[in-house]
């Protein structure tokens, strides 16, 4: 397992952008996924995108796809996510996390390590 660390979250209006950062360090993730997650209060905590390292794969939820955007730089060891559009609804704590072996899917139970998340509140 590696160790995660998000940056980037911070106060902005409706319609903002804002960019998401996730280091890694400790180890080697080349056949695992990284996922971006976020939990509003209350709430459960929701999938939103996910990159399978070795192969630069994507996936996206439904409610964000085409509005956030995930990338990566290999030689940072660092994932990235570009949110765009911003709403009150998007205010959250934003995660990332490492993937079982060869997972980069849906489910958080198959996150194997965890960042301490970033604040995202988007105000109206």
């Known amino acids: 397992q590696v160790t995660l660390l998000e940056s980037g979250g911070e106060s902005v209006q409706t319609g903002d952008s804002l960019t998401l950062s996730c280091v890694f360090s400790?180890?080697?993730?080349?056949?695992?996924?990284l996922g971006w997650f976020r939990q509003a209060p209350g709430k459960e905590r929701e999938f939103l995108a996910s990159?399978?390292?070795?192969?630069?794969?994507?996936r996206y939820a439904n409610s964000v796809k085409g509005r956030f955007t995930v990338s990566r730089d290999k030689a940072k060891n660092t994932m990235y996510l570009q949110m765009n559009s911003l709403r009150p609804e998007d205010t959250a704590t934003y995660y990332c996390?490492?993937?079982?072996?060869?997972?980069?899917?849906?489910?958080?139970?198959?996150?194997?390590?965890w960042g301490p998340g970033t604040q995202v509140t988007v105000s109206s």
């Open positions: 996390a490492q993937g079982s072996p060869g997972y980069y899917n849906v489910d958080p139970i198959y996150y194997v390590s």
């Open positions: 400790g180890g080697s993730i080349s056949r695992h996924g």
């Open positions: 990159i399978y390292w070795l192969s630069g794969s994507l």
